[in-house]
């Protein structure tokens, strides 16, 4: 099983809403990854998970909070988002330096709506 | 021919012809790179990746060259098909988790 998957597909919130996207893996990678992907751009790294620690916070704003409640498990908790964090939300994870592989799979995303 | 818009370079190719999509990394301290795909509504799918003590790698219909001296990436791919359309994005390992995308060509085949 190499796939990654994420819950739910689309997302339309109210600014003073609290959601949370889901992310699943089940191909042993010990780290897991949220980018945020707007329009004709690249995707850019929000947060990283390493042996379910966070190893790296990208100066995120606190209305995002992320989670790992175990090794397949990643969650992005959202709270009074601003229309501009509307975009696609991906999720990815990889085996990292233990196996020499930095191969990142990545879901099929979140397309979120902040209205 | 390749145009840069106003958010995307486009690169347009003939179906059977060889593509060339080309990238500027920032980091001399990067060691590790690696080529995506992203197909409309999916998220990026992994397609060559190369380490910094390499200079080429090939796969199935692609190679990936790198030159270190001017901090330039290509992915090259043969025999261009319709399925090949998409947004193809480099990203280097900036540090020990941290991988960097670059800004992305859009590659439109023509049938």
């Known amino acids: 099983d190499t796939e990654v998957t994420q819950t739910p597909k689309h997302l339309v919130m109210g600014m003073t809403n609290k959601k949370s996207l889901k992310c699943e893996q089940h191909m042993g990678h010990r780290a897991m990854y949220w980018y945020k992907q707007k329009a004709k751009k690249p995707p850019e790294l929000m947060f990283v998970y390493s042996y379910e620690k966070l190893s790296i916070n990208e100066s995120v704003p606190s209305r995002f909070s992320p989670e790992c409640p175990n090794s397949s498990l990643l969650n992005l908790h959202l709270h009074a988002l601003q229309p501009e964090d509307s975009a696609l939300y991906l999720c990815?994870?990889?085996?990292?330096?233990?196996?020499?592989?930095?191969?990142?799979?990545f879901g099929p995303g979140t397309r979120l709506t902040v209205t | 021919g390749e145009s840069v818009g106003l958010h995307l370079p486009t690169l347009s190719v003939q179906e059977g012809d060889n593509s060339i999509i080309n990238c500027a990394y920032s980091n001399s301290a990067s060691d590790y790179f690696i080529w995506y795909k992203q197909e409309s509504g999916k998220g990026p799918q992994f397609i060559i990746d190369i380490r910094s003590n390499m200079d080429k790698r090939q796969g199935q219909r692609v190679t990936v060259l790198l030159n270190k001296t001017v901090k330039h990436l290509s992915l090259q791919i043969a025999a261009t098909q319709p399925g090949d359309s998409a947004v193809y994005f480099c990203a280097e390992r900036a540090s020990y988790d941290k991988v960097i995308f670059g800004p992305g060509t859009s590659l439109s085949v023509i049938p």
């Open positions: 990815a994870s990889s085996q990292g330096t233990a196996k020499g592989s930095y191969e990142q799979y």
